[in-house]
Nanobody
Framework: QVQFVESGGGLVQPGGSLRLSCAASGFTFSNYPINWYRQEPGKGRELVAIVSNTGYSTNYIDSVKGRFTVSRDNAKNTAYLQMNDLKSEDTAVYYC?????????????RGQGTQVTVSS
């Protein structure tokens, strides 16, 4: 079955860095773009970054451009989100996700999330 497992979150001071990992299984990882979302308590989900299936194309929301870098290693079925110069407003639960074709149906999947807290 399709599975995503995020890791790497934690508590970091403003200006610090974290690297999130997203280990995927149960599907052909190299066929699909991977999305990174974040969600703060009581707020809607926000799409932070996308990496294409090859890793050659990436997109970011404006608030993280120049600070976050999304990448992937298709040989390891893993995606990454490198987060530098973290700010308090980056505090959220971060999820990786993809929409997977199963038969003729496109199904969304995501992991359980990893908490990122930016605080002094």
């Amino acid at each position: 079955q399709v599975q995503f497992v995020e890791s790497g979150g934690g508590l970091v001071q403003p200006g610090g860095s974290l690297r999130l990992s997203c280990a995927a299984s149960g599907f052909t990882f190299s066929n699909y773009p991977i999305n990174w979302y974040r969600q703060e308590p009581g707020k809607g989900r926000e799409l932070v970054a996308i990496v294409s299936n090859t890793g050659y194309s990436t997109n970011y929301i404006d608030s993280v451009k120049g600070r976050f870098t999304v990448s992937r290693d298709n040989a390891k079925n893993t995606a990454y989100l490198q987060m530098n110069d973290l700010k308090s407003e980056d505090t959220a639960v971060y999820y990786c996700s993809a929409v997977i074709l199963e038969g003729t149906e496109w199904q969304p999947y995501r992991g359980q999330g990893t908490q990122v807290t930016v605080s002094s």
